[in-house]
C-alpha cells in the first residue's frame, strides 16, 4: 500500500487550472511538513516545488511562485496544490511528499498534461 494516496492530475489546456490532492493513506498523528515535486522525463532529479510546514509557512520554487498555491487540511492532513496558468513547460509526472521526523514518504506519482 502507497503510503500517500494523491489524485486530480489529468489533461489541461494551456492557461487553465488543476488543483491536485495529497492524503495518508493510513492513520498519522499531529500535523508534519508536506510538499509537492514533479519530475519530467530525461530529468533526474525531482524538481521541489511547494512545501508547507508545521505552522503552516508555504514556500515554492521560482518556477510556480505567483501560479501554484500549496494548502493542508490538518483535520484530515491532506494537502492540495491548486495550480493556475498552466503553460506545456509544466507537463510532468507530479509527486506529494511527507515528512515525519527524518522519514520522507512519497506518492506513486500522477501525470499532468498541459497541451491544446
Known amino acids: 500500500q502507497e503510503p500517500l494516496v494523491e489524485s486530480g492530475g489529468g489533461l489541461v489546456q494551456p492557461g487553465g487550472s488543476l488543483r491536485l490532492s495529497c492524503a495518508p493513506s493510513g492513520s498519522i498523528s499531529g500535523i508534519h511538513p508536506m510538499g509537492w515535486a514533479r519530475q519530467t522525463p530525461g530529468k533526474s532529479a525531482r524538481e521541489l516545488l511547494a512545501r508547507i510546514i508545521i505552522d503552516g509557512t508555504t514556500y515554492y520554487g521560482d518556477s510556480v511562485k505567483g501560479r501554484f498555491t500549496i494548502s493542508r487540511d490538518n483535520a484530515s492532513h491532506t494537502a492540495y496544490l491548486q495550480m493556475n496558468n498552466l503553460q506545456p513547460e509544466d507537463t510532468a509526472v507530479y509527486y506529494c511528499?511527507?515528512?515525519?521526523?527524518?522519514?520522507?514518504?512519497w506518492g506513486q506519482g500522477m501525470q499532468v498534461t498541459v497541451s491544446s
Open positions: 511528499y511527507l515528512n515525519i521526523g527524518s522519514t520522507v514518504s
